[in-house]
């Protein structure tokens, strides 16, 4: 049975819980709790489900919400930047070349190939005044980034088909930075390499050589990968800026004319 002197005690701790609950420290010091519980939330959940794990132990980088203005990717003379990434890398390049376009003037997108049709995104560039540039990547074994492994399919059954015509992307003005490894010997960059031969072979025009970045230092023509990218986007973006804005021609080429 309940005791008087436990009833004392209860009184007693209910009193105390009033006082505390009633002083302006308790009220700080509940408002406090509550935002570090809420700030130990978003560390725990909200920024550790952004990232997952490559099978090569890698750390895979979600995809950027693409930063396209209303009708953006329809525009004219417009920098259009298509980039298939695994870790990162290929994104934060065509990020960089979007950027350089957007300071100099020059309405430019990034677009993401996995969310791409590539039928419909690559004739729809044959009647537009843009050009295209595709950043991609290369793995081991000479494969695409699962993003890009469509797209890459689907341009070498349209280049091996008999029933499609060979001038199928006459128009498109396109160029392609590939990112690989050296060491990976014959398959060094060889998406890159592909990608660029393939929409030649259907009539695109390539208004820039191929560029290729290699991630081993000691064969890197500039010093490392990044390296091989900022020569390679010095070299596009004075050649190929200048006549996005107008200002010029492509070597006697105007964007949009036809392959002579």
Request: charged fraction near 20%.
């Amino acid at each position: 049975p309940d005791s008087p002197l436990c009833d004392m005690e209860l009184v007693q701790n209910s009193v105390i819980l009033q006082f505390l609950w009633s002083s302006p420290y308790a009220l700080a010091a509940s408002i406090l709790i509550a935002i570090a519980a809420t700030v130990w939330v978003l560390v725990n959940f909200a920024g550790s489900g952004g990232e997952q794990k490559t099978e090569d132990g890698a750390r895979e980088v979600p995809a950027r919400v693409e930063d396209v203005p209303p009708g953006g990717d329809s525009l004219p003379n417009t920098l259009k930047v298509f980039y298939s990434t695994q870790t990162g890398t290929a994104r934060r390049f065509a990020e960089a070349l979007v950027d350089d376009a957007r300071a100099g003037g020059i309405q430019a997108v990034q677009l993401d190939l996995r969310d791409r049709d590539p039928e419909e995104t690559l004739t729809q560039e044959c009647s537009r005044k843009s050009v295209c540039v595709f950043v991609v990547s290369t793995y081991t074994d000479g494969v695409p980034p699962e993003s890009a492994s469509w797209f890459c399919r689907w341009l070498a059954d349209t280049v091996d088909d008999f029933r499609v015509q060979k001038s199928m992307l006459s128009g498109l003005r396109y160029s392609v930075f590939g990112l690989g490894n050296s060491l990976y010997g014959e398959h060094y960059n060889s998406v890159g390499k592909n990608l660029f031969h393939w929409l030649g072979q259907l009539s695109g025009t390539a208004v820039y050589p191929l560029g290729e970045g290699d991630q081993n230092v000691a064969q890197s023509k500039n010093g490392g990968i990044e390296e091989d990218f900022r020569s390679w986007k010095q070299g596009f973006t004075s050649r190929v800026f200048p006549v996005l804005r107008g200002e010029t021609t492509l070597g006697g080429l105007k964007l949009g004319a036809k392959r002579a």
